[in-house]
């Protein structure tokens, strides 16, 4: 196993550091690399250079158990144990989630709806729960908001809205995204926090307009909008890890690339069957 780490690392290190680092003689080394490499030694690299390319193609956030279903076919299957020793081997990680931050300001009078999903995260069919939710962002100008609505039945971002301030109408504008893009029938629940900007007259009048019911998290209770949470926690993770606080423009284009080029396109979601949130709601539509 030493030797296979040499000879994956060697394009990276030295091979005498390598030797050195693991405790091994560089003739030894030399001695097993010279050796005709089995079937599955050859198997095993041509493994890893398919692990290395699906993993850098998912922005390095893949850990082994999307790799793998990924990677893993019937005509090629691949044991998870396996897989996750290449990805050792070859020191291939997902990146590793920091601690965020989501705000809104609940302290108001203004009139809050009764929590409806009671923690229930999931919708029969399209359009018929979204689920919204801020978050701030660090950039070289300041601070960026943005704020998303979820349908819970494919998880997808359906609408969105980024602004230097947080405004109402930053949670309005993301609203009215959602609604000119999927025209959701009569009945849609809106779930989200007590935030001000989900309780504004305008926020409510809108919801009222289109035939939207709303409802609202316990004060406090982040576990109440989990679905939108967990977008957060993967847009910090997937995105924000490596984030060199850009410009507010240039924040925003990654943003936007993140959201609808990765995140409802090519991300595969566990819940979902391990597909992209475009995909499962295209798979429905053709049966």
């Known amino acids: 196993m030493r030797y296979q780490f040499i000879d994956v690392e060697r394009v990276n290190y030295p091979i005498r550091v390598l030797c050195r680092v693991l405790m091994v003689a560089r003739s030894g080394y030399y001695a097993w690399s010279s050796r005709p490499m089995s079937s599955r030694a050859k198997t095993n690299q041509r493994l890893l250079v398919k692990i290395r390319a699906i993993h850098a193609e998912s922005r390095g956030t893949y850990g082994s158990p999307r ?153 406090g209770d982040c576990w109440d909008n989990a679905v939108a949470e967990s977008f957060y926690a993967t847009l910090e993770k997937e995105l924000l890890l490596d984030w060199d606080v850009r410009g507010r423009d240039a924040a925003r284009r990654e943003i936007f690339d993140f959201i609808e080029a990765f995140y409802n396109r090519e991300r595969i979601h566990s819940t979902l069957g391990y597909v992209s949130p475009v995909t499962y709601e295209a798979a429905v539509k053709t049966t």
């Open 67 to 219: 790799i793998h279903r990924a990677l893993s076919t019937p005509q090629e299957p691949v044991s998870k144990n396996r897989l996750a020793r290449l990805m050792r081997v070859g020191g291939v990680r997902s990146k590793h989630r920091r601690k965020y931050r989501v705000t809104t300001n609940s302290n108001h009078r203004r009139p809050v709806a009764p929590n409806l999903l009671s923690r229930e995260f999931s919708a029969a069919e399209p359009n018929r729960v979204w689920v919204g939710d801020i978050t701030f962002i660090w950039t070289r100008e300041g601070w960026l908001y943005l704020a998303v609505l979820i349908d819970l039945y494919s998880r997808m971002v359906v609408g969105w809205s980024m602004s230097s301030r947080v405004t109402d109408d930053l949670t309005v504008a993301a609203l009215k995204m959602a609604l000119a893009a999927r025209r959701p029938p009569a009945g849609l629940i809106h779930h989200s926090d007590q935030g001000s900007q989900y309780t504004s007259a305008a926020y409510r009048q809108l919801l009222k307009d289109h035939n939207i019911t709303a409802s609202m998290s316990r004060r």
